[in-house]
């Protein structure tokens, strides 16, 4: 099959317009399985499960979050941010649907979500004194990015999206942007292409949204849960508790903390987590293949998507950097344990146990039960669908 388990959609900020486009490309493509997996929020799951039906794509309803791995953070250890120590991405993959949660967790995710735009407000007030500063003939508000460019939640990308959005209507000529560009980045001027959306969005946020930017505001401690917490809101919310992995950059590094899978895995398997996720288009296809191979080998589920969490539209197809097709065994492995979250969220669909036992472990001993239990699942799904 054709797989690709996590992208994200206009519900947190997505690369894609609407989430028909994601379907509409995924159908060119050949997507047989598609997972919805936005930061923070399940509002998207209803509209991704209607348009999963029309399109006849099989739905995986996941979830991200960002928190804090304490110890980590204390010895200044990267995790999954390469910017920020302890702090780490994290996900939930094949949550029940319709999701929810009980009550102490929902108030948690509730005051994670409102500390999370209380800091997006300040940010874009504080821009808006750089904007006048910088003799700008428009202003931006939290509602009017709100209600163009996000739909509840407001993050750090929308403000850079809408101020793009915003320079390209005022200003006609590149080099009138370029002067008024210079005087927003306090006389520095701008070293990125212009008509490339994507990387002047990216400038617009590490010069002004980023630590050291004139409207950066330091997130509180609070829109930080330990991941623990996380877990147990995931675990809460039928999912799989799931690690998102960077593995190496551009120039072949990596963070402290995963830079050696043998402790890597230690640790994952000390916090309880038997899942890990890669977005293949940002490593290289050797490291990503001994990677998997060594979490496959240790029973590991591993699946593998493309994000699409900026500006820029790429394929869904998940490739490796470079456009390097997956080998046969990465799509083995894809295949496998996509299976295996198929049969999970089924069966908690139908009020029944899943991949997960009451400890909150991943039943690994039984990994090649669910293979095929998926796969049967997905069978029937498509044969009805197909009707």
């Excluded at 930061?39 to 039906?53: C, I, K, P, R, S």
């Excluded at 309880?272 to 890669?278: F, H, I, Q």
Aim: charged share 25%; with cysteine; hydrophobic share 35%.
């Amino acid at each position: 099959m054709k797989i690709n388990t996590h992208i994200h959609t206009p519900y947190s900020f997505s690369a894609f317009e609407s989430i028909r486009q994601a379907f509409e490309l995924a159908r060119q493509e050949g997507i047989e399985v598609l997972g919805i997996n936005d930061f923070f929020v399940t509002d998207g799951y209803d509209e991704f499960n209607q348009l999963a039906q029309e399109f006849r794509i099989y739905p995986l309803f996941n979830v991200e979050f960002i928190g804090l791995l304490k110890e980590e953070q204390e010895a200044g250890i990267r995790v999954n941010d390469p910017g920020n120590p302890g702090r780490t991405y994290f996900c939930g993959k094949a949550l029940k649907f319709p999701a929810y949660l009980s009550a102490g967790n929902q108030k948690k995710m509730d005051e994670v979500i409102l500390e999370s735009q209380k800091q997006t407000k300040e940010m874009i007030l504080r821009l808006a004194d750089c904007l006048t500063e910088a003799g700008a003939p428009f202003l931006l508000s939290f509602e009017e990015i709100k209600a163009k460019y996000a739909k509840e939640l407001v993050r750090e990308r929308h403000i850079a999206k809408a101020l793009r959005v915003a320079i390209n209507d005022h200003f006609s000529t590149e080099s009138e942007t370029s002067s008024f560009l210079t005087r927003l980045y306090s006389g520095k001027e701008p070293t990125v292409d212009l008509s490339d959306n994507s990387a002047f969005e990216g400038e617009l946020r590490s010069r002004l949204l980023k630590a050291g930017g004139k409207a950066f505001v330091p997130e509180e401690a609070s829109s930080f849960l330990p991941i623990p917490e996380l877990m147990d809101i995931i675990i809460d919310a039928g999912g799989i508790p799931c690690y998102p992995v960077l593995l190496d950059d551009k120039n072949g590094n990596y963070t402290e903390f995963e830079g050696d899978k043998e402790t890597l895995w230690k640790r994952l398997t000390e916090l309880g987590v038997g899942a890990v996720e890669l977005i293949p288009g940002r490593n290289n296809i050797e490291h990503l293949s001994s990677f998997v191979r060594f979490f496959h080998e240790k029973g590991f589920l591993v699946t593998f998507g493309t994000e699409h969490n900026t500006p820029e539209m790429t394929p869904l197809t998940v490739r490796a950097v470079g456009s390097t097709d997956l080998d046969s065994f990465l799509k083995d492995v894809s295949n496998d344990n996509t299976c295996v979250l198929v049969a999970h969220q089924n069966l908690l669909k139908n009020g029944k146990e899943g991949y997960l036992d009451p400890s909150g472990r991943c039943k690994t001993e039984q990994k090649a039960k669910f293979v095929l239990l998926g796969e049967s699942i997905l069978e029937q799904y498509f044969q009805k669908n197909a009707m």
